[in-house]
């Protein structure tokens, strides 16, 4: 639909003064880059999902892998969709140094929750795409579509080896969403020419060798996965999550493009409150299922169950808090063991028990031999594979 009449004015989609106009509302609602592409069927991310879905490469996630011919198929989310505007924001900010104690790390994207300004941004385009009577649904991060292959079309950056989408002089801190519209909008610019040549540096500093091609993600062994994913955690990359609390951003930050070029970009409106870079992993361990959601509410949490969190911070209490020789009640590690391996949850008390091996607490292993729970029986057959630290002098 190109001409819609509305108060007896005519508004003319394909005039590239109209498409002009709206990219420049874009911009100024405070996007950093936009761009817009045609609404057919993304086949080649059809065809790549259908692919990592057979080769077992999505795992267990569900989002756009669940239901490809509805995320690669814009008319089945836009009647009608004829185009797709599709907008980037920043989420780049500057580290603040680590504060020491034991506490959690947060991948970039999720210390503050950049999605909404995002929408807000991309709400303002969609208003006035419906004031002139076209239809016009926001999209960003949902199972509607897939949205780098989107901004890929739409000319606004390239694919890394990575498998994000690199912004050119920019990088890829961006978090990506689109408008999809009835509206005919003129064609797109050409696809941004690749920018990684020969640099293989994610693929050689992802911790868990998740990249198996290039921009191919094992979501098997990628952290930024494992980290949501429901169930136990795999016992093989318990140690390579380190002190991740949630997301992994080892495949940004060793590229070198977006570490040169995120800072030209910061987050326009930085969100005041988030959970921010650094999680105090007590106080994760210690605080109740209302104070976890209302505090990392804005992440995705598989059931909106908390747990996930907690198991996710016993890992990080074994593979970070400092190693203590004696057996003291009154120890704050020794107390935070002791909890979870007395936990309701079977699931909880697994995990502890692999973190009171790794930090050398074996003695500790009575508290659960008993346990009839098959989750740490599992963990209890398991207990001589488990890397426990030494004290290095
Ligand atoms: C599922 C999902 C995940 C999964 C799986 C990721 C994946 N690679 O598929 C997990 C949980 C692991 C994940 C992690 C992250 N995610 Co995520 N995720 C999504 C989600 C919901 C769907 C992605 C999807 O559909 N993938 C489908 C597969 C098939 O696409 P693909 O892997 O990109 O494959 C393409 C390339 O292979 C390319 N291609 C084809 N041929 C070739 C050839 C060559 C040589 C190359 C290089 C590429 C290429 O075409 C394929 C199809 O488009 C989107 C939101 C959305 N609705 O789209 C966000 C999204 C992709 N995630 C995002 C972010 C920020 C992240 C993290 C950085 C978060 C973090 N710090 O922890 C990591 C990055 C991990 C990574 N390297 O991909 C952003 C990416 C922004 C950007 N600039 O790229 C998105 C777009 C959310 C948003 N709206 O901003 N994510």
């Known amino acids: ?15 590239p003064a109209y498409l002009e106009s709206l990219l420049q509302l874009a911009a100024s609602a405070g996007l950093d880059r ?57 989420y780049y900010s500057e580290q603040p140094d680590h504060p020491g104690g034991l506490v959690g790390r947060v991948a970039r994207y999720a210390q503050a929750d950049h999605y909404t300004p995002l929408r807000q ?45 690199l912004l050119p002089g920019a990088g890829s801190f961006f978090s990506l969403g689109s408008i999809v519209t009835n509206a005919v909008l003129s064609p797109a610019k050409q696809p941004a020419p690749d920018g990684c040549g020969t640099c293989r540096s994610c693929f050689d500093d992802c911790p868990t060798q998740a990249i198996v091609a290039e921009g191919v993600i094992d979501a098997r062994r990628c952290l930024a996965w494992l980290v949501q994913k429901p169930g136990v955690f795999p016992r093989e990359f318990r140690v390579a999550l380190h002190d991740r609390l949630y997301g992994c951003d080892d495949c940004q ?41 209302e505090r990392f509410g804005s992440w995705y949490l598989a059931e909106r169950n908390p747990k996930w969190l ?67 029986q599992d963990e209890l057959n398991h207990q001589s594979s488990v890397p426990i630290r030494t004290v290095t002098l």
């Open 310 to 376: 907690r198991r996710n911070a016993l890992i990080i209490l074994g593979n970070i808090a400092p190693l203590t020789m004696s057996n003291d009640p009154s120890d704050s590690v020794e107390r935070m063991l002791r909890k979870y391996l007395g936990d309701i949850d079977p699931l909880l008390r697994a995990h502890a028990l692999w973190a009171a091996i790794r930090l050398g607490r074996q003695d500790l292993v009575s508290l659960v031999e008993r346990d009839a729970d098959s989750l740490v």
């Open 121 to 165: 941004s991309l709400q303002q385009v969609a208003l006035r795409l419906r004031a002139d009577g076209f239809r016009a649904v926001v999209f960003a991060d949902e199972n509607a579509i897939v949205d780098r292959e989107v901004a890929h079309r739409a000319g606004l950056g390239w694919f890394g080896k990575n498998a994000n989408l």
């Open 253 to 293: 930050t060793s590229c070198p493009p977006t570490v040169r070029l995120g800072r030209r970009h910061t987050a326009s409106t930085p969100p005041a409150i988030g959970p921010g870079a650094f999680v105090d992993v007590f106080g994760v361990l210690d605080s109740t299922d209302q104070e976890l959601l």
């Open 1 to 15: 639909m190109s001409r819609v009449k509305r108060n007896q004015i005519l508004v003319d989609s394909t005039d």
């Open 34 to 90: 936009v761009g817009v592409c045609d609404a057919t069927v993304l086949d080649r991310a059809r065809s790549a999902i259908d692919d990592r879905n057979e080769r077992g490469l999505s795992d267990t996630m569900g989002f756009t892998f669940r239901n490809p011919s509805r995320s690669t198929d814009p008319d089945r989310s836009v009647s009608g969709a004829r185009s797709i505007i599709v907008g980037a924001r920043s």
